[in-house]
């Protein structure tokens, strides 16, 4: 009887033994496959990050001077956002709406997309892509019929 018990006992030890490794391979795949898709994903933002951050300085010497604008990227694909504003004109006759999408894509802890009135996201988003829309400075505090009005937080200060 102890040789039965001691056999099964054995047997049941590398069994789970087995199943370890199969889970622990299983686990350890999956945590690949996720860290290769966070980097392709941090990746693509640096990219566009980056290629951003040139546009903002070229569309803010061509947007004094009348010449296009060129396109931000997206920083959710690296690709150029849809129906970008080539111009100053065609970016003050964005809607509301296209204005939003595109502070979505650029994804960013100022962009804010839901913050603020029409008027301070269109001022936030000329800010962020380098264009001027007056002599005077940017300043995006929000006014008093925003959102989060009256949260004297240091978020109530965009720029």
Do not use: C
Request: hydrophobic content about 35%.
């Amino acid at each position: 009887m102890w040789m039965l018990t001691s056999a099964l006992k054995i047997e049941l030890t590398k069994g789970m033994e087995e199943s370890n490794n199969a889970l622990k391979t299983k686990l350890t795949k999956k945590i690949d496959e996720s860290n290769e898709a966070l980097e392709r994903k941090l990746s693509t933002s640096i990219a566009a990050r980056e290629v951003n951050g040139l546009t903002r300085t070229l569309n803010n010497k061509t947007s004094q001077s009348g010449f296009k604008l060129r396109p931000f990227y997206s920083v959710l694909t690296n690709t150029p956002i849809a129906n970008f504003p080539t111009s100053v004109s065609t970016f003050k006759a964005l809607s509301n709406q296209k204005v939003t999408q595109v502070l979505r894509e650029l994804d960013g802890p100022f962009h804010k997309p839901n913050y603020g009135t029409s008027d301070e996201k269109r001022q936030r988003l000329a800010f962020l892509i380098g264009v001027r829309l007056s002599d005077d400075p940017v300043m995006l505090r929000p006014t008093a019929n925003a959102s989060n009005a009256g949260d004297d937080s240091d978020d109530r200060y965009l720029a």
